[in-house]
């Protein structure tokens, strides 16, 4: 093959990336994602835990997130995956005992330190105090939902 064909092949192949990346672009730019966003009470499953969010309690020392977990045994770390968003950042669980602070009324037993397969468990994360309305998401399997209380 001559010179010069190599060359134009060379910018024929150029310009057809060029024509399909802008195609892409257009497309993606076009996108609208959906993000869903679940009311307190509704469950979700991820991987296998289903998980539900319950209440969010705002204290002036903490903010109390209830919530239930069923699905494999943990023995420890179930607390792992909630995350708290309020004043614009991003809140892991946190607790001077190891992330969970269980209510009053909640035996040590019923506490989100444990999980039983099967059986659900209701307990509460503790988060620090936030001033603003509070979006909760659990993240598990390489996927995340998130609840927030909805607007009468």
Do not use: H
């Amino acid at each position: 093959m001559s010179t010069r064909k190599l060359i134009l092949t060379a910018l024929v192949c150029g310009l057809a990336i060029l024509i399909a990346g802008g195609v892409k672009l257009i497309q993606v730019a076009s996108d609208e994602v959906a993000v869903e966003v679940l009311a307190f009470g509704d469950e979700a499953t991820l991987g296998d835990m289903t998980v539900s969010v319950l209440d969010v309690e705002q204290r002036a020392d903490a903010t109390l997130v209830t919530v239930t977990m069923t699905g494999v045994d943990l023995a420890s770390g179930a607390a792992d995956g909630w995350r708290l968003l309020a004043d614009g950042r991003v809140q892991e669980p946190a607790n001077e005992n190891g992330r969970v602070q269980e209510p009053a009324s909640v035996s040590d037993t019923d506490g989100c330190t444990a999980v039983r397969a099967g059986a659900p468990t209701r307990c509460t994360v503790r988060f620090e105090a936030v001033e603003s309305a509070a979006t909760v998401a659990y993240v598990r399997a390489g996927e995340q939902r998130q609840w927030a209380a909805t607007t009468p």
